[in-house]
């Protein structure tokens, strides 16, 4: 089962409950995915947009609103050597740029087979979900038993006892 799934927060009137989808993509990546589209979620002015999950690729797409949630997704995407792409889903004289720029503006994480250097894309994406954990916890998003948690989950070893 995957979590391929398509919301956006502003019109939704409940608890978001992804559609599932077999398309090859093992549990492992399922886990990761969903995890680290949790973190994210976690974070000041982020909204998830849409997740992909297959055997060949991992997107997580969202918009960002907050300046210090925005350093610590690039920063993190830099660490793990994840893709981090950008685009306007609006021009800015447009009026839904001018009404909110930074929802015009999208990111993607985004991880693939065939990036070349032989990876999965789970094995990119474990490593993001490490980044995001650790520093998570260094700026008191995240408890030292939830870092721990996702540590083990993302086959990372806990940095919590470096912030207590």
Known sequence: M?????ISKAHCNGPVIPTLGGNGMSDRGD???????ALLEKLQGVTIVNTQCTDKVITIEF???SPESRLLLTYCAEAANVKLH??????PGSEEGMRDADG??????????????????TDKFEGLGAHLTWQMNEIGLLSADEEK????TFGAISRSSRYA
């Open 2 to 6: 995957c979590w391929d799934f398509h």
């Open 63 to 65: 918009t960002v609103s």
């Open 31 to 37: 886990e990761v995915t969903s995890e680290v589209a």
């Open 149 to 152: 948690r996702l540590a083990k």
């Open 86 to 91: 950008c685009w306007a889903n609006h021009s």
């Open 104 to 121: 015009a503006l999208h990111y993607r994480y985004q991880s693939s087979s065939n990036s070349g250097d032989g990876s999965v894309p």
